[in-house]
């Protein structure tokens, strides 16, 4: 079944350092792949989002890349902040549309 | 801007007890769902709702789980009799449109501890 493998956390980055935060999929079909965010104390958040192989997705100085040949969707950012502290879920939309798969989150500390 | 709210924040029960989770999905929305997330592990599907009926589920959503929209805003969540192995996150989540590349639109989550 489909299914979504992400690198594992925590992980704790300087303020400025490049981030990226590794995601593998499992699909049948053409799935669309997201990105989302948790804050502290709220919901999960879309961050981006890819509906086709090699669409890339970006927002907020984040960026991933739909690689259907490697079935990756990397989150990246070039310098990260103190208010990118969350934890990031990457996710995928089987064909209905109608289930999401999530992987198990990865939690990011950015310290001063 | 519009957003998915959930009550209560924090629940805590007895084992064997009866719980509902509430939420308030977006007003325009036609497709609500719930997911949880037991500590440290991934998130995951429960079931999806439209048109007044279960559209899919998984195969946690047992007999003991059931969902109902009690009245246009209102999505709820009830779980019967409470195991401890229900203790988790439990999300909310709505969507507009149907297709693959419409994201669904989560709510903060109510964290269920049995005990």
């Known amino acids: 079944g489909d299914s979504v493998t992400q690198m594992e956390g925590p992980v704790t980055l300087s303020e400025e350092a490049f981030l990226t935060i590794n995601c593998t999929y499992t699909a049948t079909g053409y799935p669309s792949l997201f990105w989302y965010v948790q804050y502290p104390g709220e919901g999960l958040q879309l961050l981006l989002k890819a509906t086709k192989a090699d669409d890339k997705g970006s927002n907020k100085g984040f960026e991933a890349t739909y690689r259907k040949e490697t079935t990756s969707f990397h989150l990246e950012k070039g310098s990260v902040q103190v208010s990118d502290s969350a934890v990031y879920f990457c996710a995928l939309s089987d064909r209905t549309g109608n289930q999401f798969y999530f992987g198990t989150g990865t939690s990011l500390t950015v310290i001063p | 801007e519009p957003e998915v709210t959930q009550t209560p924040s924090h629940q805590v029960t007895q084992m064997g007890q009866e719980v509902i989770l509430r939420c308030v999905p977006i007003?325009?929305?036609?497709?609500f769902y719930w997911y949880r997330q037991i500590l440290g592990q991934k998130v995951e599907f429960l079931v999806s709702f439209y048109n007044n009926e279960i559209s899919e589920k998984s195969e946690i959503f047992d007999d003991q789980f059931s969902v109902e929209r009690p009245d246009g805003s209102n999505f709820t969540l009830k779980i019967r009799s409470t195991k401890l192995e229900d203790s988790a996150m439990y999300f909310c989540a709505s969507r507009k449109l149907a297709g693959v590349s419409n994201e669904q639109f989560f709510g903060p989550g109510t964290r269920l501890t049995v005990l």
């Open positions: 007003s325009n929305h036609l497709y």
